[in-house]
């Protein structure tokens, strides 16, 4: 089956803590993101990279850092700068062909502060 | 200090009738569209898209209807049924940019009643 696969599902961090959330794809899919979700609200873009080893900000990049070793996996480091890091996190890729566009979602990580 | 979630449109229609779902849009450089459903607890998946050179596309059961004039967007399900219940959701792409760097609507909430 190929998908996009987030983990964990659910994750909990005290305050001060770093954590990282885990995605990786097999659909050898070039280009892959990271959304952030609140209650009552759209996705918003936090990085994205477009080809290994190289990434960029999106709209709410502070507190967050990625990195992109492999083609298959980017993952998410929600560091203890970001102010209000509970939230639904949700990781996508995309292919870099032409005439598909389209952005595959994995089934998300939802992260709790305490 | 902890973040207020916005109330998002709903739309509540009985099994069969047809929904339309409403989006306006901010950027009129944007020249690609697309149209996700997500279920609670889920990653958005995606249902249409449309380019700007278009005014109308058709899938099954659904349609996106585009007019640039206005900035306005909508989507249109036939023969609605209890498992379209989601939160939709548009989003919106500006040409030249990567096509994952989606600037999402905040959705609406569609209920079907059997």
């Known amino acids: 089956d190929g998908g996009i696969t987030q983990s964990p599902k659910y994750l909990f961090r005290k305050e001060g803590q770093n954590v990282t959330l885990s995605c990786e794809q097999n659909?050898?899919?070039?280009?892959m993101y990271w959304y952030r979700q609140d209650p009552g609200q759209g996705l918003r873009l936090i990085y994205y990279s477009q080809i290994v080893n190289d990434f960029q900000k999106g709209d709410i990049a502070e507190g967050y850092s990625v990195s992109r070793e492999k083609k298959e996996s980017f993952p998410l480091t929600v560091t203890s700068a970001q102010k209000n890091p509970t939230a639904f996190y949700l990781c996508?890729?995309?292919?870099?062909?032409?005439?598909?566009?389209?952005?595959?979602f994995g089934a998300g990580s939802r992260l709790t502060v305490l | 200090g902890e973040s207020v979630g916005l109330h998002l449109p709903t739309l509540s229609v009985q099994e069969g009738d047809n929904s339309i779902i409403n989006c306006a849009y901010s950027?009129?450089?944007?020249?690609?569209f697309i149209w996700y459903k997500q279920e609670s607890g889920k990653g958005p998946q995606f249902i249409i898209d449309?380019?700007?050179?278009?005014d109308k596309r058709q899938g099954q059961r659904v349609t996106v209807l585009l007019n640039k004039t206005v900035k306005h967007l909508s989507l249109q399900i036939a023969a609605t049924q209890p498992g379209d219940s989601a939160v939709y959701f548009c989003?919106?792409?500006?040409?030249?940019?990567?096509?994952?760097?989606?600037?999402f609507g905040q959705g609406t909430i569609l209920t079907v009643h059997p």
């Open positions: 950027n009129s450089a944007s020249d690609y």
């Open positions: 996508a890729s995309l292919t870099g062909r032409s005439g598909a566009n389209v952005l595959t």
């Open positions: 449309i380019r700007s050179n278009m």
């Open positions: 659909l050898n899919h070039d280009a």
């Open positions: 989003a919106e792409n500006v040409g030249g940019t990567s096509y994952g760097k989606l600037t």
